[in-house]
């Protein structure tokens, strides 16, 4: 089974940094993708930001140029460092991992979701 701890949300003002870590672990063989989602209030769940095993990135529009997803792969770890927040970047964050398990195969696993909140 493949776990995954979130951390790193939390209150910030808007113009301010956050970084999001997510790391897997469990009976892993290997990482393929990784991501981030969010979902606010009211909303739809939307991907944030994903990195495949290459290291190829891909950005929802609204967060280019401001966020950078990043994973290190000796810690089964991905990353995601926000910059310049606006009050629209509130939601709860949730880590996505797609992986090769020794027990069962190929997983798609979600993360408990880290609530960021940008305001003043």
């Known amino acids: 089974q493949v776990q995954l701890v979130e951390s790193g949300g939390g209150l910030v003002q808007p113009g301010g940094s956050l970084r999001l870590s997510c790391a897997a672990s469990?009976?892993?063989?290997?990482?393929?993708?990784m991501g981030w989602y969010r979902q606010a209030p009211g909303k739809e769940r939307e991907l944030v930001a994903t990195?495949?095993?290459?290291?190829?990135?891909n950005y929802v529009n609204s967060v280019k140029g401001r966020f950078t997803i990043s994973r290190d792969n000796a810690k089964n770890t991905v990353y995601l460092q926000m910059n310049t927040l606006k009050p629209e970047d509130s939601a709860v964050y949730y880590c996505?991992?797609?992986?090769?398990?020794?027990?069962?195969?190929?997983?798609?696993?979600w993360g408990q979701g880290t609530l960021v909140t940008v305001s003043s």
């Open positions: 996505n991992v797609e992986a090769i398990s020794f027990r069962e195969g190929h997983v798609e696993v």
């Open positions: 990195i495949d095993s290459g290291g190829r990135t």
């Open positions: 469990g009976s892993i063989f290997s990482i393929k993708a």
